[in-house]
């Protein structure tokens, strides 16, 4: 017994002196741990600069693009050789003609077509739809003269970009020297300038890089996420209403819950197999089109949005439930008064982060026919449309080298829109939250 | 009471879903055509043409790769089938005969023209001249013992210098397509093949036991010579101006918009360009062809069109603009054939 208590006593010291030896080791200890989790988080840091930064490097010449400065005069010999300004005639003319006129205005000393033809592939052939819908919006132009801004080419566009250099040997690059002549010309003259690029965002998808926008992509990912939050968000918190207040706890609700959670880690392109099989293959709906698009994706998000709204529920106080039926209240009179107000801010950001997982998806998207090349604006939820990450993924792949900037441009306006979704849940979620 | 208009709208959409889904099917006033990646950056061009012209709408061109375009083309007939394929290579008889069993009877193949497949390398990379055995000896996982040819060893060869003295004495280090894609075939059959079956006793199994010849001829190494860069070209590209020692494959569309950066390697002596490709010449070139459901002519607006665009002079002529979009037209006397079949609509047999 006395030994113990001796060894007690003595132990108090030792001890003492034993955390005292400990202590810097326990201080290297945290440092370095603390050193660990600093290291973690500036690498992920350093990646996502490194991504940001070379995506923005590629991505924000994109804003701008060459334009070349030309008088146009609006023949009227070549436009409306009748004279009787028929809407019909008007659009069918022959409008490369005036711009190739007014090519040929700027250096009249080129002489041959070989040399012509050279000289005519400075512009874009977007050139002459412009004056095209100019003339066919006004007609009163027919005769006049006017000083524009026309679209140039995009190997013209690149060498002013930086991107294709001008020093390169005449086999190296896609313009002779000849051209490169012009444009110095042009350039000096001030008549070659980079200005913001419009019709990247109210063009659709083109074959030539100065034409393609992204306004289709964009109008299909908003009409498809429109269909999906549509359907997902009323039927992802029914289910989850129906299941946290009203389903009896049983084996039933159980497996249904398990297979919830399953659900929520498919891999996507299994929902674009099950929708191109369902929707397309036996209802009979159209390819291409958003509102498949959406139905697949409301598969896909129903999930995470059911999960999201269950727990929101969850944290509503049981206090709450039972202060308003003691009051007399009806289940579904306190479900809808008193805790789905209170749950909402919660579902809401649950939305919102399904949503944003479904925007970035291509995968399933493949499978329904969206991943096409399709020129005009999508105007109802069955036109033909397709979906920014598929845009961007469609780009990646094409030769020429103005789609590298645009793909990167694509990307930027992708994260654009995926930070406003973002941003908006944070501010509902703010604005609405009640903390307990 | 917020789930009373959400609920209605709900509905409201799933019934305007399908009514709508009727409707749509029951008239399609654009064309569709699905298929090859490969062939995708003509056939959208073409299709651009048509819609500039403004009498139809612009055609919608799906990206879905040969194998699966052709399943989706061979559906059946009706406006909810594709009206175009695209391929990157001839649709076979198992193809076509599932064609036949979807009512798909009257087919009608047009050769669009050749796309050279290259092995390129960065202009600051050493000049080799290849030819379809070294690459064969380079990439496959078993070759011919040098001592006794008759005999399979794993492959030895780990410089270039190995397999040849007139080859650099730098790593074999090749970039290429993985195997879900079209181009890796017809790198299997233009090159790999064409290698092997200068052993004359493994092309005697081609006709004897086909699947130890396909085994022997397209089974890669997996020891980090080739390398699969996935399917996008330009990464390969990227990668090969990063690492002037490596060598790429890839269509020739790709080497020609980059010319101020790579160089394509020759093959046999004879370098990639439009007229070596066209002629023939080069040994690397593959037909590039869209299929078009005949019985869907005149029903689909602007589809016997956009096939008289695709063979219009201002297109696939020497000078147009597919030609500027890196397609290597066909020579003047095959392009006639082409359009001659087209006008007659001429029925495909494999």
Known sequence: MSSTNNSAVKSAAETQQQVRNSLARRYRAERRFRFYGFAAVTAGIAFVVFLFGTIFAQGLSVFQQSYVKLEVFYDPETIDPAGN??????????????????????????????????????????????????????????????????????????????????????????????????????????????????????????????????????????????????????????????????????RLTDVIEVNINNLAAVPSIVFGLLGLAVFIGFFGMPRSAPLVGGFVLTLLTLPTIIIASRAALKAVPPSIREAALGMGASRLQMVGHHVLPLALPGMLTGAIIGMARALGESAPLLMIGMVAFIVEVPQGIVDPATALPVQVFLWSDLPERGFVERTSGAIIVLLLFLLLMNATAVWLRNKFEKRW | MFQKPLISLTFAVALAAGSISASAQAARDFINVVGSSTVYPFTTAVAEQLGRQGRFKTPKVESTGTGGGIKLFCNGVGPQHPDVANASRRMNANEFATCQKNGVKDVLEVRVGYDGLTISESKRGP????????????????????????????????????????????????????????????????????????????????????????????????????????????????????????????????????????????????????????????????????????????????????????????????????????????PKGDLAKTRADVKALKNFAP
């Open chain 1, 85 to 250: 300004r028929d809407p019909d005639d008007l659009v069918v003319a022959d409008y490369q003609a005036l711009v190739r006129a007014a090519l040929r205005e700027e250096f009249p000393q080129v002489e041959g077509r070989p040399n012509l033809r050279e000289l005519y592939g400075l512009m874009s052939s977007a050139a002459s739809i412009e004056l095209q819908r100019a003339v066919t919006a006004n007609p009163d132009l027919i005769g006049q003269r006017q000083t524009l801004w026309l679209l140039a080419d995009d190997t013209i566009d690149m060498v002013l970009k930086g991107n294709v250099s001008r020093q390169a040997r005449e086999d190296e690059r896609r313009l002779s020297d000849q051209q490169i002549g012009w444009l110095n010309a042009l350039e000096q003259r001030g008549d070659l300038d980079l200005r913001f690029n419009r019709s990247f965002f109210s063009n659709g998808d083109s074959r030539d890089p100065e034409q393609a926008g992204v306004r289709g992509a964009l109008i299909g990912s908003l009409l498809t996420l429109l269909i999906t939050l549509l359907l997902s968000f009323p039927i992802g918190v029914g289910a989850a209403v129906y299941l946290e207040e009203f389903a009896p706890r049983n």
């Open chain 2, 127 to 330: 000049t080799m001249t290849l030819t379809p055995k070294m690459v064969y000896l380079a990439l496959a996982k078993q070759i011919p013992d040098p001592a006794n040819p008759s005999a399979l060893i794993s492959n030895p060869y780990k410089n270039w210098r190995d397999i040849d003295k007139s080859l650099p004495n730098i790593k074999i280090e090749v970039l290429g397509p993985p195997p879900t894609s079209g181009t890796r075939d017809s790198f299997h059959e233009l090159y790999m093949e064409t290698g092997c079956r200068t052993y004359p006793w493994i092309d005697n199994l081609r006709k004897m036991d086909e699947k130890r010849f396909k085994r022997i001829c397209h089974t890669l190494r997996e020891d980090g010579a080739y390398v699969e860069a996935g399917e996008n070209d330009n990464l390969i590209v990227q990668k090969l101006e990063a690492n002037p020692n490596a060598v790429g494959i890839f269509g020739f569309s790709f080497l020609e918009e980059n010319l101020d950066k790579l160089r394509g390697l020759k093959i046999n002596g004879v370098e990639p360009t439009f007229e070596t490709i066209s002629s023939g010449k080069f040994p690397a070139s593959r037909p590039l062809f869209i299929y078009v459901k005949k019985a869907h002519i005149g029903v689909i607006p602007g589809l016997q069109d956009f096939v008289n665009e695709y063979v219009s002079e201002k297109a696939l002529g020497e000078e147009g603009y597919l030609a500027d979009r890196g397609l290597v037209p066909q």
